[in-house]
C-alpha cells in the first residue's frame, strides 16, 4: 500500500475527503467456548449495546439486500490452501490514476484484480455509500456498466429513510451537529478463488469501525471482521464489480484494551487518512 495515495480525513463531507472509510457491522461474542480459554465479554452500557445490535441487524439486512442479484460469486469446486507466495506483499505499486478518489486503471492479471477488489471493498462499505449523491458516483466509477442501474436501485433501496433515521443520520447521510459519523474499513488481505483474463472472484478479508462518535452519541463506535466476496469483469480497459456478497469473519478473540473517548475516535477518524491498497 502507498502512503502517499491517501484518500483524505474528513469523514462527513466528499468522497475526496473520506475515500478509504468503511462501513462495517459489529460482531458480538456469541461463540460457546473460546479456543484460547474462558470466554470473555468485554463490559459495555447497556442502552449502548442494545443501540449497537439494533443498528447491527440494520446494516446486515441493508448489505443482504443490496447485494441480491441472479449473479452470485463463484466458488471454487475444490477449496486448495493457497501457497506462501500467494500471501506475501509484492511491493508493485497498484494503480497510476484515480477516478475521483477511487484508483482505476488496475493491471490486467491476477494481481491487479486482487488489488481493485480490495480498493472496491473499502469504497463499497464507506460512509459516502450512504450519502445519495456520492452513492451515485461510487456505483458508476466502480461496477460494470450494465449493472449500474439495478445497483444504483438496490442500493437506494437499502440506505433509505428507515435505515437512515435508526442510525441517527439525516436525508443525505449526515451526522447530527455535534456528532462524526465514522464507516472505514481496512483489508487485512485478499484470495483470488477463481480468475480468467475476463471474470475473477476475489474474497476480501477485512476489519473495520462503524458508528457515531460525540458527547449525547447512542451508537457508540465499534469494530467488526468481515470477508466480502466481489466478482470482477475486465470492461473498460479495467477491472469492475459484476456482484459482491459479504459474510462475517474470520474474527480474532477479543482483548480487553480501554475504549477510547468519543472525543479521540473523532479526531483519529479526521486525522489519519487512507491509503491505495495493493496485492
Known sequence: MSNEDQYGGGVGSGYGEVGGTGQTRTRLPDAPSDPYGTPRRTPRPSRGLVTVVGVVVLLIAAIAFASQSGDTPTTPSADTPPTP?????????????????????????????QSAAANYAVALVSADILKPQMRRQIVRQVFVADKVSELETRLDQAYGKTFLDQAGLDANGNAAQGLTYISRTVPVGTKATKYSESTTTVDVWCTGVFGTAGVGSTNPVSNDWFTMTLTLRWAENDWKVES???????????????????EEI??????????????
Open 244 to 262: 459482491f456478497a459479504q459474510k462475517d469473519g474470520p474474527a480474532p478473540v477479543h482483548t480487553d484494551r480501554t475504549a477510547s473517548t468519543a
Open 85 to 113: 507466495a500467494s500471501t506475501q506483499a509484492t511491493g508493485t505499486r497498484p494503480v497510476d490514476g484515480k477516478n475521483g478518489a477511487i484508483p482505476k486503471g488496475f493491471a490486467h492479471d491476477e494481481q491487479g484484480a
Open 266 to 279: 473523532a479526531k483519529a477518524a479526521t486525522e489519519f487518512g487512507g491509503f491505495t491498497y495493493a496485492r
